[in-house]
């Protein structure tokens, strides 16, 4: 399992090295790592398209054709000359300058693409050789290869919260989880034509629409325009090498003319197919002339106070957003939670809104879902080619009680969370085919897993000789729940039949632990070899970190993918789609979801926050399970905070006794 805030720490560690052997400010030496991390997932991204072209590639004369910048662009992938790879600098003899080997890597990639042309860093010789040896051999890291998306921009917001975060909050400015991109990009479907965004950041809606518009089997070069404003150089710069190692072309345009509220850069008002954005919220002291003079507020002016400003940008950015849609387009945006029921003009222009029939889904999202910020959001849909029948309705979604924790200070949609929210939307839409895969997705999904674990089962059951007896009927059970399968109402069960595997494991596991410990040294010895082990303690380890795995228990970076856990909560979030929308039909669910008529939306004086419409759920009295697996969460943090703690004593300890007083 994917562990990315592992790999933040040893970032961050990487940043500090380069803070210790340097004179740069924070701000200044947070973007030559990034680029130092640009090589590297560039050329993780290499090897995967050069796999792809070996795959195919002719002979000539008894070998393989070498692999040239041509083939890169029939894939629309960014080709790296043999001195711009990562393993290249990463094995340089011990006499070369890595600083101007560093440099010269960035200057060849940036004639390979010519949007990134005075972008990439080029300051490395500015540090020390065996400082960027270091910090190269530590961004060699395996994660890079694995991990999708926005990774770029979600550690530079890492190094925000690190070390600016008067930057990180200047202006509402902050990088936009995965999750909620994701989101918008589902909910939007952009399948060809022209997106903006116009307060683009590190371009996370561009890549995941590029991977959107790729699953489809589309290029997404061909099939998309893609147009991006952002006022910070330093977020566009940004912007362009996630774009450039995604093979994304783009148009970003950065600086004071880029400031959205004064300047329309490319005259797309009413050209955009798709339009998706997170924008700074609550922006005061827009001069309200010069955004007047702009134009695009069709939806009319949002309140001026007496310094002649707009005290509050958010309803400037809505205006914008709904302007730039052509007659069919679709937008997708992230607001904060208050927008929603504000009042006076800014209701004048909700009113507006909602009869124009474009409104399409709001959803409320609770708190801790931004890396820096603890604040709730909404996310805004617009679409005006929405059918005739949904015209006059608005889906209202309730997520703020349906979201996974990942720690104490950050929350965020799984995969099958945003596919359930996504699932709804289809079925106001009536698109109920969609629903239909999305279940046997589901099926198909949960035997693979169960296919997967039954290896690691037996091989937990082995490990753990007689001790692993009483658990091989119940291991059978469960592959045998997996035969003959025709719904996946028959997979539910499978739920606490894992349950009660993990118990029994446990169990059985400190039995023997406690026998092997009970036993003489010599006697535990023999033990232990009998299971193929050299001694009691690496046996213990070993059982520990097996069983750990099998149940998903495992604190830090896990090697076992499919774990009872991960299984567990796959059916549990099928089971929480089925038991509201069985078979397919969209209905209003108490607490979750409505839609909501024209006529019901006047009567709430024209407010689109969710909460009013869908109620409050029932509470449902439960097994207690949910709250079980909470507080292994929260004690699996503490050990992690603990053994955090523990080593910056030691740091500090170390420092102090270095220091010559």
């Given at each position: 399992?994917?562990?990315?805030?592992?790999?933040?720490?040893?970032?961050?560690?990487?940043?500090?090295?380069?803070?210790?052997?340097?004179?740069?400010?924070?701000?200044?030496?947070?973007?030559?790592?990034?680029?130092?991390?640009?090589?590297?997932?560039?050329?993780?991204?290499?090897?995967?398209?050069?796999?792809?072209?070996?795959?195919?590639?002719?002979m000539r004369g008894g070998r393989v054709l070498p692999v040239e910048a041509n083939d890169f662009k029939t894939k629309s992938a960014l080709f790296l000359p043999k001195k711009a790879r990562y393993?290249?600098?990463?094995?340089?003899?011990?006499?070369?300058?890595?600083?101007?080997?560093?440099?010269?890597?960035?200057?060849?990639?940036?004639?390979?693409s010519a949007q990134?042309?005075?972008?990439?860093?080029?300051?490395?010789?500015?540090?020390?050789?065996?400082?960027?040896?270091?910090?190269?051999?530590?961004?060699?890291?395996?994660?890079?290869?694995?991990?999708?998306?926005?990774?770029?921009?979600?550690?530079?917001?890492?190094?925000?919260?690190?070390?600016?975060?008067?930057?990180?909050?200047?202006?509402?400015?902050?990088?936009?989880?995965?999750?909620?991109?994701?989101?918008?990009?589902?909910?939007?479907?952009?399948?060809?034509?022209?997106?903006?965004?116009p307060a683009c950041g590190s371009g996370g809606m561009f890549v995941q629409t590029g991977d959107f518009v790729s699953a489809e089997g589309t290029n997404a070069n061909t099939a998309m325009t893609f147009y991006g404003q952002e006022k910070v150089d330093y977020n566009a710069k940004l912007c362009l090498m996630n774009m450039a190692v995604h093979g994304l072309n783009g148009n970003i345009k950065s600086g004071d003319g880029a400031n959205t509220f004064y300047n329309d850069a490319y005259n797309l008002e009413g050209q955009c197919d798709y339009v998706m954005a997170n924008p700074p919220f609550n922006v005061d002291l827009v001069n309200a002339e010069n955004a007047q003079n702009a134009g695009r507020?069709?939806?009319?002016?949002?309140?001026?106070?007496?310094?002649?400003?707009?005290?509050?940008?958010?309803?400037?950015?809505?205006?914008?957003?709904?302007?730039?849609?052509?007659?069919?387009?679709?937008?997708?945006?992230?607001?904060?939670?208050?927008?929603?029921?504000?009042?006076?003009?800014?209701?004048?222009?909700?009113?507006?809104l909602v009869k124009t029939g474009h409104v399409d889904v709001m959803i409320s999202v609770g708190n801790n879902f931004f890396y820096t910020k603890s604040l709730p959001c909404s996310l805004w849909f617009f679409d005006k080619g929405k059918h005739d029948n949904l015209k006059d309705t608005v889906l209202f979604i309730d997520t703020r009680?349906?979201?996974?924790?990942?720690?104490?200070?950050?929350?965020e949609w799984s995969e099958w969370q945003m596919k359930n929210i996504n699932a709804i939307v289809w079925l106001y839409r009536g698109e109920i085919e969609k629903y239909k895969e999305l279940i046997r997705n589901y099926c198909i999904a949960i035997i693979n897993e169960i296919h997967e674990l039954s290896?690691?089962?037996?091989?937990?059951?082995?490990?753990?000789?007689?001790?692993?007896?009483?658990?091989?009927?119940?291991?059978?059970?469960?592959?045998?729940?997996?035969?003959?399968?025709?719904?996946?109402?028959?997979l539910y069960p499978l739920r606490s039949l894992l349950k009660e595997y993990a118990s029994i494991l446990h169990e059985q596991q400190k039995d023997l632990l406690a026998h092997g410990d009970s036993l003489e040294k010599a006697e535990a010895k023999t033990f232990a070899e009998g299971q193929g082990f050299s001694s009691w303690q690496q046996y213990k380890k070993q059982l520990s970190i097996m069983i750990d795995q099998v149940t998903g228990a495992t604190i830090g970076?896990?090697?076992?993918?499919?774990?009872?856990?991960?299984?567990?909560?796959?059916?549990?979030?099928?089971?929480?789609?089925?038991?509201?929308?069985?078979?397919?039909?969209?209905?209003?669910?108490?607490?979750?979801?409505?839609?909501?008529?024209?006529?019901?939306?006047?009567?709430?004086?024209?407010?689109?926050?969710?909460?009013?419409?869908?109620?409050?759920?029932?509470?449902?009295?439960?097994?207690?399970?949910?709250?079980?697996?909470?507080?292994?969460?929260?004690?699996?943090?503490?050990?992690?905070?603990?053994?955090?703690?523990?080593?910056?004593?030691?740091?500090?300890?170390?420092?102090?006794?270095?220091?010559?007083?």
């Open positions: 399992m994917i562990n990315i805030r592992k790999l933040e720490n040893e970032l961050w560690t990487s940043a500090d090295l380069l803070r210790q052997g340097s004179k740069l400010t924070s701000q200044e030496y947070c973007m030559p790592v990034l680029g130092l991390i640009f090589l590297r997932y560039a050329y993780s991204r290499f090897k995967m398209v050069e796999a792809n072209i070996l795959k195919d590639r002719p393993d290249y600098l990463l094995n340089l003899p011990d006499n070369e300058d890595v600083g101007k080997a560093v440099n010269e890597a960035m200057e060849l990639i940036e004639k390979q990134l042309i005075g972008v990439l860093p080029k300051t490395y010789t500015a540090f020390k050789n065996d400082l960027l040896r270091e910090l190269l051999r530590v961004f060699n890291n395996k994660t890079l290869d694995e991990v999708g998306g926005d990774i770029i921009g979600r550690i530079y917001e890492y190094f925000l919260s690190k070390f600016a975060p008067a930057v990180a909050s200047d202006d509402g400015v902050f990088f936009t989880p995965k999750s909620l991109v994701q989101m918008i990009v589902n909910i939007i479907e952009p399948h060809r034509g022209v997106l903006l965004d507020l069709p939806l009319g002016l949002p309140g001026i106070n007496k310094d002649k400003a707009f005290s509050n940008g958010n309803y400037l950015w809505i205006n914008y957003f709904y302007s730039y849609l052509n007659e069919k387009g679709r937008a997708g945006f992230v607001m904060a939670a208050s927008t929603t029921d504000s009042g006076n003009k800014e209701r004048d222009i909700r009113e507006k009680n349906y979201y996974t924790v990942v720690d104490r200070t950050l929350n290896s690691y089962l037996e091989k937990s059951i082995k490990l753990m000789g007689t001790f692993g007896k009483p658990l091989e009927p119940l291991c059978q059970k469960i592959t045998e729940n997996i035969e003959h399968v025709d719904t996946l109402e028959q970076e896990q090697t076992v993918d499919c774990n009872i856990k991960v299984i567990r909560q796959i059916i549990k979030e099928a089971h929480w789609l089925t038991e509201k929308f069985g078979v397919g039909k969209y209905i209003d669910v108490l607490g979750l979801c409505k839609a909501a008529t024209r006529d019901e939306i006047e009567e709430k004086n024209w407010s689109l926050t969710p909460g009013a419409y869908v109620g409050v759920a029932p509470v449902v009295d439960g097994d207690g399970e949910n709250f079980a697996e909470r507080m292994t969460e929260i004690h699996n943090e503490l050990l992690t905070l603990q053994s955090e703690a523990n080593e910056l004593i030691d740091i500090i300890t170390a420092n102090f006794k270095g220091l010559e007083l």
